[in-house]
């Protein structure tokens, strides 16, 4: 949409991302899983060192971090100043090292044993090549047997047409959800259009660009990386033709076959 660039979601939903998004995902499982597959690529000793895309206010990487301090080194990047500082005030002693930089030529230097980008955030790169060049610029920074996991929506065939309903509802509050899409056209947008008896009108704009799983396992192919597995979330639930989400973990590796795409990793 005009005026829309990759700073304007985090301008307009940092201040009530935690409200909304904190509890999306199951934190403590994310966690766990996450910290669990790092470790299988580690080195004797050293901590694994584990990078997030789209870190916004720290959802995930501060429990992370805190909870696997001696464990895990936790990096992260995003491309709003907003949500960064967002992040500071949830992280005040630093665990986790913030940068800011997007997602595709602003990754820090590797080697990293994880990399990972939550909860829909691949499919904020909209234009042509970006996801398939993040998947590169990811590649380039794993360790040998280093994994990348995507958590993402199973996108709907698309369709054409506007859709106006409502989020929320309150006394003093309602938030509308305004979505323009076509069937011709690879990005959705939308408006969350907030009205407020006290403050007015504030609009927060979207715009994504979903890939179905088997869109995504082509981009990993390309950029190296080999299905290792995918379930509906971060607890391992089994992904069958009728999840609506899904976590794919794809491994760097040169030296070792993939496993097959079950639980095994879990």
Do not use: K
């Amino acid at each position: 949409m005009e005026g829309y660039d990759e700073t304007t979601y985090g301008e307009a939903f940092a201040d009530v991302y935690d409200e909304w998004y904190e509890s999306v995902s199951d934190v403590d499982a994310t966690v766990a899983t996450l910290a669990r597959l790092a470790r299988l690529a580690a080195r004797a000793g050293a901590p694994a060192r584990i990078l997030e895309l789209g870190v916004g206010t720290g959802r995930l990487a501060v429990p992370l971090a805190r909870n696997h301090r001696d464990d895990v080194h936790v990096v992260g990047v995003d491309t709003s100043p907003a949500m960064l500082e967002r992040l500071r005030h949830r992280d005040p002693d630093g665990v986790v090292h913030a940068i800011e930089a997007d997602m595709v030529a602003g990754l820090p230097d590797g080697p990293f044993e994880l990399v990972f980008i939550a909860y829909n955030t691949l499919f904020n790169l909209t234009a042509d090549g970006d996801q398939e060049a993040c998947f590169r610029a990811v590649s380039e920074r794993l360790r040998d047997g280093g994994r990348f996991v995507v958590e993402a929506f199973v996108p709907d065939p698309p369709r054409e047409g506007d859709d106006i309903s409502v989020r929320s509802m309150a006394a003093d509050r309602i938030v509308l959800s305004i979505t323009r899409q076509s069937a011709s056209r690879p990005v959705v947008e939308g408006h969350f259009v907030e009205l407020t008896e006290r403050h007015g009108v504030r609009l927060r704009p979207w715009s994504i660009r979903s890939s179905t799983p088997e869109q995504l396992d082509a981009m990993a192919g390309a950029a190296g990386f080999a299905l290792e597995g995918r379930w509906q979330d971060m607890s391992g639930t089994p992904f069958t033709t009728d999840s609506d989400r899904h976590v794919s973990v794809y491994r760097r590796s040169v030296a070792h076959p993939p496993h097959d795409r079950d639980a095994s990793i879990v």
